[in-house]
């Protein structure tokens, strides 16, 4: 395979190319999921190694809901349109204006929710994160017009959402230090644990667990935004792990 097919891959030009050939690509260049699943987007193809997905509009099942509530951290149940479908009190608690509001869709509050700006710790290192992670997740379903939909509506709404999601940087939805300016409660740091039940891999159970290790988050001191440079470098090194 030449450089030239490579770089038509990356620029989504319609060329030929089956999936099983795409599959060694993506293990010959030792790729992330988020990096694979990108490629398949491109390239318009279904991983061979992507599992059957549950019909999204299904509510989530009733243990699901319940593990939910059973977490004693603030714990959320994200769809793969990052809609919330469950949430516990805590969580609720925490997220008040997103939880509490109209929106369920988690981009659309931290995007055109203004408060969101001011309760999210280095909010926009933290957006081009999630623009990124969303960008990994909709290469399992690059046809999915309700998916294509809430992107056109970001874009259009959101200056910021536009720039970084025409970027085309992808990372995988990680965890990591996670930092909120509560308006009751003051600063909060949480260490995020993202992780994906086994009978319902579109959905993401995520769960903010105290960075003490126990108990109520600690209050920590303010700190200044980090800026991310550059337009193309690697998504690997140009996202530090904390964040929002």
Not at 13 to 35: F, G, H, K, Y
Not at 140 to 146: E, L
Not at 155 to 176: C, K, M, N, T, Y
Request: hydrophobic residues 40%; aromatic residues 8%; charged residues 30%.
């Amino acid at each position: 395979m030449s450089p030239t097919w490579y770089a038509w891959i990356e620029q989504g030009r319609d060329i030929s190319v089956s999936s099983a050939a795409l599959a060694r690509v993506a293990e010959a260049m030792q790729l992330t999921p988020a990096e694979r699943s990108y490629l398949f987007e491109l390239t318009r193809k279904r991983d061979p190694l992507e599992l059957p997905q549950a019909p999204e509009e299904d509510a989530p099942s009733r243990i699901l809901q319940d593990a939910v509530n059973a977490i004693a951290a603030p714990a959320y149940l994200l769809d793969r349109r990052w809609r919330a479908r469950a949430r516990n009190e805590p969580a609720a608690r925490l997220f008040a204006d997103w939880l509490g509001g109209d929106e369920p869709c988690l981009l659309a509050y931290v995007f055109l929710n203004r408060t969101a700006r001011a309760f999210i710790v280095d909010w926009e290192n933290r957006a081009r994160r999630l623009v990124a992670e969303f960008r990994a997740d909709t290469g399992r379903n690059p046809d999915d017009p309700a998916l294509r939909a809430l992107v056109d509506r970001l874009r259009q709404g959101s200056r910021e959402f536009a720039a970084f999601w025409s970027d085309h940087a992808v990372l995988a939805r990680e965890g990591g230090a996670r930092e909120f300016n509560h308006p009751r409660d003051g600063e909060r740091r949480y260490e995020q644990v993202t992780l994906s039940p086994a009978a319902r891999s579109d959905y993401k159970l995520v769960m903010l667990l105290s960075a003490a290790g126990a108990g109520e988050a600690p209050k920590i001191a303010p700190q200044g935004p980090r800026r991310t440079g550059g337009r193309r470098a690697s998504s690997r090194n140009r996202f530090p792990r904390s964040g929002a």
